[in-house]
């Protein structure tokens, strides 16, 4: 029979000593996964909804007298006014949800809006959501159970078929050519129009509920972006490599009963009204605004580019310019004054480095943030971007990197208990009047191996608001400035609370072991996989 997603290439990067012990794994799994046969689905698209529906009634009010080709913008800067909108968006919602996520973690926001995906479908609404193998590896079977509800379909995108142990760690090595491109896509639809899309994920970490403070950002918009949106999930969704949820555990479909889920996720609810994680998003200032019906969208047009969901299973078949990536690069090209990237993986390549040097030689004052070797949560990352480090200065490009304590003031207002900060933005300043905001990180995998998805937005304000919080991540209380020394050295330069300059001469808040690991893993020939 086929693998639980067919007609792909294999390619095992093992010793030939491993391929026995794979090939029976394999056949095992087989014996055990229902034939897929993608072509003997029924396809399914968007449903919009009609006047009356509360999003199409407040879309058509927002919309009213503006042009054609104009959206209605929100910025989501911070964590918890995030979560609110996609809560708020998904109560409000009378027709269709659609999620299309790379993470989707089993953690308290992710059973809360699992909760509030399921009183939508008990109210009528149709439920699809879609998530990545690699990201959200599902194990639990009782995600199949509430599959079974007649409102909701739930997807993996190009999964193997063992869920969890051995056999599923040795399917992947024996898939690595296929389950090496992932789904990297974030985005929320409701009734097909209004979407928020963004670099989040769903996951307490992503909204403040955590003891890593990510400082993200994401984009809420109406208008005619909006079907470009909702067609890339249409083509995701009835991709071959979107697979039902009940063949990955086809011996488990009923045994948790639909009801038993449904009372836990009202408990679930109850218990968050009193928690310090609800009090602190009824305190944001965007459940205000929701509350008292004030929300100021901004204005402007706005293009949506998404990877082709070919990009992870058929390459070949793919042009490179519908390549998310040759789409953001035209648009950087004409770049005239100013260029500020966030960039939570920033491996630029040496193409990267003399692209960002010919913008410099322009006179475009060309920015950079990314993680610290404290900060980031990925290792191996860090170690192909180390290497860039003294070619981004000589060519003129201002460099930052993220410091551990970023954001503990604020994070301290809503919750007790310290956190420490990652960046996990991926959004470009672009002079005064335009912007990006999306899932596509500065690096090999993100532009060569994933797919993508993100948002140009030709705006003034939403400018602004970018650039403003660019500034305020890059403020020596926030960030170290990387500079060279007299002999060509690094230097990281920041303020403490006091206000007093603060030099460290090697990778701040580290270890000299985590420093050996990230030399020792800068030598490996791996940067298009990081």
């Known amino acids: 029979m086929p693998s639980i997603a067919p007609g792909f290439t294999r390619h095992a990067r093992l010793s030939l000593i491993m391929v026995p012990v794979l090939l029976v794994l394999a056949v095992t799994s087989c014996q055990t996964t229902p034939e897929y046969h993608p072509e003997e689905r029924t396809a399914s698209y968007t449903l919009v909804g009609n006047p009356g529906t509360r999003v199409r009634d407040s879309a058509d009010r927002q919309l009213q007298d503006k042009a054609d080709d104009l959206n209605g913008l929100y910025l989501l800067q911070e964590g918890l006014a995030a979560f609110k909108a996609r809560t708020a968006l998904i109560d409000f919602a009378d027709v269709s949800l659609d999620l299309q996520y790379y993470i989707f973690a089993n953690d308290t926001s992710g059973r809360i809006i699992l909760a509030k995906l399921l009183a939508a479908a008990d109210r009528g609404v149709r439920v699809r959501l879609l998530v990545d193998d690699m990201g959200t590896p599902v194990q639990a079977p009782w995600v199949a159970t509430l599959a079974l509800h007649p409102n909701i379909s739930i997807r993996i995108f190009n999964p193997v078929a063992s869920r969890s142990g051995l056999s599923r760690q040795f399917q992947q090595a024996w898939y690595f050519n296929r389950v090496n491109h992932r789904m990297h896509n974030k985005l929320l639809s409701a009734d097909g129009l209004a979407i928020i899309t963004g670099g989040r994920n769903i996951g307490d970490a992503y909204f403040s509920n955590d003891a890593t403070f990510f400082q993200d950002v994401?984009?809420?918009?109406?208008?005619?972006?909006?079907?470009?949106?909702?067609?890339?999930?249409?083509?995701?969704?009835?991709?071959?490599?979107?697979?039902?949820?009940?063949?990955?555990?086809?011996?488990?479909?009923?045994?948790?009963?639909?009801?038993?889920?449904?009372?836990?996720?009202?408990?679930?609810?109850?218990?968050?009204?009193?928690?310090?994680?609800?009090?602190?998003?009824?305190?944001?200032?965007?459940?205000?605004?929701?509350?008292?019906?004030?929300?100021?969208?901004?204005?402007?047009?706005?293009?949506?580019?998404?990877?082709?969901?070919?990009?992870?299973?058929?390459?070949?078949?793919?042009?490179?310019?519908?390549?998310?990536?040759?789409?953001?690069?035209?648009?950087?090209?004409?770049?005239?004054?100013?260029?500020?990237?966030?960039?939570?993986?920033?491996?630029?390549?040496?193409?990267?480095?003399?692209?960002?040097?010919?913008?410099?030689?322009?006179?475009?004052?060309?920015?950079?943030?990314?993680?610290?070797?404290?900060?980031?949560?990925?290792?191996?990352?860090?170690s192909g971007y180390s290497q860039y480090r003294k070619p981004l200065i000589e060519a003129g490009v201002k460099l930052w990197e993220l410091r551990l304590q970023a954001g503990r003031k604020q994070h301290l207002q809503w919750f007790a208990g310290e956190s420490n900060a990652s960046l996990h933005a991926k959004s470009f300043v672009i002079d005064d009047d335009r912007a990006i905001i999306g899932s596509v990180n500065l690096d090999g995998r993100s532009?060569?191996?994933?797919?993508?998805?993100?948002?140009?937005?030709?705006?003034?304000?939403?400018?602004?608001q970018l650039e403003s919080t660019f500034q305020a991540w890059t403020h020596p209380n926030y960030a170290w400035q990387l500079s060279l020394d007299k002999d060509e050295d690094l230097l990281w330069n920041a303020e403490n609370d006091q206000g007093q300059a603060v030099v460290e001469h090697h990778d701040p808040e580290s270890t000299g072991w985590q420093r050996f690991k990230i030399w020792l893993l800068s030598l490996l020939p791996i940067e298009q996989q990081i």
């Open 218 to 382: 994401d984009i809420f918009a109406f208008g005619p972006v909006v079907k470009s949106a909702t067609a890339s999930f249409d083509d995701y969704w009835n991709h071959p490599a979107a697979v039902p949820i009940h063949l990955l555990f086809p011996d488990s479909r009923g045994s948790v009963a639909l009801d038993e889920l449904r009372q836990n996720a009202n408990e679930l609810l109850a218990d968050v009204e009193s928690s310090q994680f609800n009090r602190a998003l009824a305190n944001t200032d965007l459940a205000r605004r929701l509350q008292s019906k004030t929300l100021e969208l901004e204005w402007g047009r706005a293009r949506l580019y998404a990877d082709p969901p070919d990009k992870t299973t058929r390459r070949d078949a793919v042009n490179r310019e519908d390549y998310l990536v040759n789409k953001l690069m035209k648009v950087l090209r004409t770049t005239r004054e100013r260029l500020h990237i966030s960039s939570a993986y920033f491996i630029p390549g040496e193409e990267g480095v003399a692209f960002l040097d010919s913008l410099v030689q322009r006179g475009v004052e060309v920015s950079v943030l990314t993680n610290a070797l404290s900060t980031t949560d990925v290792a191996v990352v860090h």
């Open 447 to 464: 532009l060569l191996q994933n797919t993508e998805i993100g948002m140009y937005v030709e705006s003034r304000a939403i400018n602004d």
